[in-house]
């Protein structure tokens, strides 16, 4: 979850909008650009290609350490499930899609057009049971009776897959499956949005701080969802002060 920790909670700014909120705009863009790299390196490399266009933010993206995730499989990998992108029918192995959307700034919000054909990281794309707007991001079945010994090329060929609930391979096999971004304009909308923005509650809220106690001083509780809050550089002090509805509260400062 990326706060903007600025005081225009409702939207973000455009870098390219003049405006005369300059630290706004600066603070908002600057939340925008690291939701992009969290959702860039969540991504399996394979299909990174259709979901960001070259763009100057990018230019560095090099650089990052590659997370490595169980999600993240390379073309010889096979397990059950897998990460694909609703490609045209006419696909080729080595294409990008970019072409194929309409939408200029994102592939997963582009193309009217629907397909079964999926890209999985393979050597050719394969077919779903169902068809799904070109440029849209899912996650893939392989099916009950998947063996990675049994796939060979001729068997893939054959093979339809299922698109699932990007949470079932964690359900399903314990997979760590990767995160979500989400963006909000202020520190009370993510307690207040709850897990994953359904309003279900939080157990247990825990913030980070060089003035905080420490975690093994805490009471020990059971929980399920938890939620860790990790400050800027002037700490969770800053985004509290920022935010109407915590300094409404008297959340400031040392009691926050």
């Known amino acids: 979850i990326v706060n903007s920790s600025s005081n225009n909670s409702n939207n973000f700014a455009d870098p390219n909008r003049r405006s005369n909120h300059s ?24 299909l990174r290609k259709h979901l960001f266009p070259r763009e100057d933010r990018l230019r560095f993206v090099g650089l990052l350490p590659p997370l490595d995730a169980p999600h993240h ?7 059950r499930f897998r990460e694909g992108v609703v490609v045209p029918p006419s696909f080729r192995f080595g294409d990008s899609i970019q072409n194929e ?13 629907s397909s079964k054909m999926v890209d999985v990281g393979l050597k050719h794309a394969m077919r779903m049971t169902r ?19 049994l796939m060979t090329p001729r068997v893939l060929n054959n093979v339809v897959l ?56 805490l009471e020990q509780r059971v929980f399920k969802n938890v939620l860790v809050v ?27």
């Open 73 to 79: 499989l390379r073309i010889h990998e096979l397990v």
């Open 23 to 46: 630290s706004i705009q600066l603070q908002s863009s600057s939340s925008q650009f690291l939701a992009l790299l969290l959702r860039y390196l969540d991504t399996p490399q394979y």
């Open 162 to 217: 299922q698109p699932v609930e990007r949470h079932t391979p964690r359900a399903r096999m314990g997979l760590y499956w990767g995160y979500a971004v989400r963006e909000v304009g202020c520190l009370s909308d993510v307690i207040a949005h709850g897990v994953r923005g359904t309003h279900v509650a939080f157990d247990v809220v825990l913030g980070t701080s060089e003035r905080g106690k420490s975690v093994y001083e």
């Open 230 to 256: 990790f400050g800027g550089v002037q700490g969770l002090e800053h985004s509290a002060d920022s935010d109407p509805s915590l300094v409404k509260r008297g959340i400031v400062g040392s009691r926050v």
């Open 101 to 113: 959307v309409t939408d200029n700034h994102s592939a997963a919000t582009g193309s009217t057009s």
């Open 131 to 149: 068809k799904l707007r070109i440029g849209t991001q899912v996650t893939v079945d392989f099916g009950e009776d998947f063996s990675a010994s």
